[in-house]
C-alpha cells in the first residue's frame, strides 16, 4: 500500500481554468490551489496577450466581497499608475523581483518598494492603503504575485493619474517607463546615502 502523500500527488487534478477574458481567469474548483503548472500555464497566458499579463481569481465570481488573485506580469507589462477608492490591497511576491513606485498626486516619487521572494532580504509584502498611487516597475522576466482587495468589482473604484500614460501608445509608454526606472533608480540611490 503506498503513502497518501505519493497517490495523492499520481492523482492530483490540474486547477480548472475558466476564461472571463483573455487575461482574467476564475477556478470552478470547490478549493482553489496552484501549484507550478498552474503558474506555468498563467505565464503562457500572459505571453499570448497583448498587455502581457494574466490572472487567476480565487474568488467565486466579480461580485464576491474578498477578490483573491494569482497574478502574472511579464517584465515588459505596462503597469499604469493608478490609486484605489474606498478600497486598500495586499501584495505578495512569489516569483520574480520589482520596484513598487509610490507617487504623490503630482506624479512626483514618494517611495520606491524593492520586492522580491521571502529569503532575498527585500520586502516580500505590502498593504497599500486607499488613494496612494503606485506602479510597478518589473525587474525579472516573470512577476508572480498573490494579490488581495475588497470587492464587488467596479472599475470606477481605480483612479488613473493625467501625468501617466494610458497605455495605448507604446512609445509613449516606454518613454515613460524609462524615464520612471531612472528617477525610482536615483531616489534609491539617494536614500541608501542617507
Not at 70 to 81: G, K, M, Q, S, T
Not at 101 to 108: K, T
Not at 143 to 169: C, I, K, M, Q
Request: hydrophobic share 35%.
Amino acid at each position: 500500500m503506498g503513502s497518501s502523500s505519493s497517490n495523492e500527488a499520481g492523482l492530483r487534478r490540474p486547477t480548472s481554468l475558466r476564461a472571463q477574458n483573455p487575461e482574467v481567469y476564475y477556478s470552478d474548483d470547490e478549493i482553489v490551489t496552484a501549484d507550478d503548472a498552474t503558474i506555468a500555464e498563467l505565464k503562457r497566458i500572459a505571453a499570448a496577450n497583448p498587455r502581457l499579463r494574466s490572472r487567476l481569481c480565487t474568488h467565486p465570481d466579480p461580485s464576491s466581497g474578498l477578490h483573491e488573485m494569482l497574478i502574472v506580469h511579464h517584465r515588459e507589462a505596462y503597469v499604469r499608475p493608478h490609486k484605489h477608492l474606498g478600497k486598500p490591497e495586499s501584495f505578495h511576491v512569489i516569483e520574480g523581483t520589482a520596484q513598487v513606485v509610490i507617487f504623490e498626486d503630482d506624479g512626483r516619487i514618494r517611495d520606491v518598494l524593492e520586492m522580491a521572494p521571502y529569503g532575498q532580504g527585500k520586502r516580500c509584502y505590502y498593504r497599500m492603503p486607499e488613494q496612494v498611487f503606485h506602479s510597478i516597475l518589473i525587474t525579472s522576466e516573470w512577476l508572480v504575485f498573490h494579490e488581495t482587495t475588497a470587492g464587488p468589482f467596479d472599475p470606477a473604484r481605480t483612479a488613473f493619474p493625467d501625468w501617466a500614460p494610458d497605455g495605448g501608445d507604446a512609445a509613449e509608454v516606454q518613454a515613460y517607463v524609462t524615464r520612471t526606472g531612472t528617477l525610482a533608480a536615483e531616489h534609491l540611490d539617494r536614500r541608501g546615502k542617507a
